[in-house]
């Protein structure tokens, strides 16, 4: 009933999973160093180290991931600020059991610098998706979205900090939908058994 957590940067996404008490077997990192995996190792969860940079390919990176990754046998895959674009081989490997948060409303701002662009395009709205991975960048099925405004003399700082709040609040929640074996996926959309609220608006902060 366990998740396996890949990150690559600060962990806070993983600490509010740690703190709703997700069951973590393991966290894996591609980048040394990263905050994430003191988190885990302060709370006893066993870390790994897999370097992308220490391999030739992607592919040959990819396959010492997917061993470490299944001699875990997790029962979910939970990308928690995971900053590394995968191969469709390995996204098929997890299909249907391989989450990821992404610090925006898909399918708006897929990619990089999310509150940068949304700024720029001058949106009121923004937030973060919970998505299932598939082969298509920041394009799965939505599992649950956050939205919040944004606020004049918003920097990309403070709309992040903002956005963040929610990812804390909605990733527990997901994967946690996921392990109760609530998730239904009928024709690439995603419903939740007992019909608990997939969006979120957040007007309070
Ligand atoms: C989070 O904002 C997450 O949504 C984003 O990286 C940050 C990681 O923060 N992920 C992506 O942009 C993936 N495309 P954290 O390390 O503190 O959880």
């Given at each position: 009933m366990s998740v396996v957590v890949l990150i690559s940067g600060r962990g806070s996404n993983l600490e509010a999973l740690l703190r709703a008490g997700i069951p973590v077997a393991a966290v894996i990192s591609n980048?040394?160093?990263?905050g994430g995996l003191a988190i885990a190792s302060k709370r006893g969860i066993p870390t790994k180290l897999v370097k992308h940079?220490?391999?030739?390919?992607r592919e040959a990176f990819e396959a010492v991931l997917a061993a470490e990754i299944d001699r875990l046998a997790p029962k979910l895959v939970v990308c928690a600020g995971f900053m590394r674009i995968v191969t469709a081989g390995f996204v098929e490997r997890y299909a249907g059991r391989m989450l990821n948060v992404h610090p925006?409303?898909?399918?708006?701002?897929?990619?990089?610098h999310t509150h940068e662009r949304a700024l720029a395009a001058g949106v009121k709205v923004h937030g973060c998706t919970v998505h299932l991975v598939t082969?298509?960048?920041?394009?799965?099925?939505?599992v649950i979205q956050a939205a919040v405004p944004v606020r004049d003399g918003d920097t990309a700082d403070t709309l992040a900090a903002r956005v963040l709040r929610q990812e804390h609040l909605v990733y527990p929640r997901a994967v946690r939908w996921f392990l109760e074996g609530r998730l239904v996926i009928e024709n690439g959309l995603v419903r939740v058994k007992g019909g608990d609220a997939q969006c979120i608006f957040s007007d309070n902060d």
């Open positions: 980048v040394a160093g990263a940079g220490d391999f030739p390919s925006s409303l898909l399918p708006a701002f897929a990619g990089l082969p298509e960048l920041d394009a799965g099925p939505i």
